[in-house]
């Protein structure tokens, strides 16, 4: 078992920027990948990005160059610096960590980018 518990949402105005936090706990040895994904109000939960243990990473097309994924393995812990953030970046954003093929998830943290 896994818990993923998810901080640093909040409202922010167009353009600026966010620090989401997960931290994670319990069977935490052995997962393999972590990520970021987010679900916006009538729309389906969607990929932002994921890191995998050995370092590799994958971005959604719509945040590259704005957000940035990081990932502690000391500590557990996995993070998503969100520059530039734009209206249509609002939506509950949930941690995913993946252990021996079983998905575990946080409870989300909302973003608000509005003026």
């Known amino acids: 078992q896994v818990q993923l518990v998810e901080a640093g949402g909040g409202l922010v105005q167009p353009g600026g920027s966010l620090r989401l936090s997960c931290a994670a706990s319990?069977?935490?040895?052995?997962?393999?990948?972590m990520g970021w994904y987010r679900q916006a109000p009538g729309k389906e939960r969607e990929l932002v990005a994921n890191?995998?243990?050995?370092?590799?990473?994958n971005y959604q097309d719509s945040v590259k160059g704005r957000f940035t994924i990081s990932r502690d393995n000391a500590k557990m812990s996995m993070y998503l610096q969100m520059n530039s953030l734009k209206p249509e970046d609002t939506a509950v954003y949930y941690c995913n960590a993946v252990l021996l093929g079983t998905s575990y998830w946080g409870k989300g943290t909302l973003v608000t980018v509005s003026s």
């Open positions: 319990g069977s935490i040895l052995g997962i393999h990948s």
């Open positions: 890191i995998a243990r050995g370092g590799s990473i």
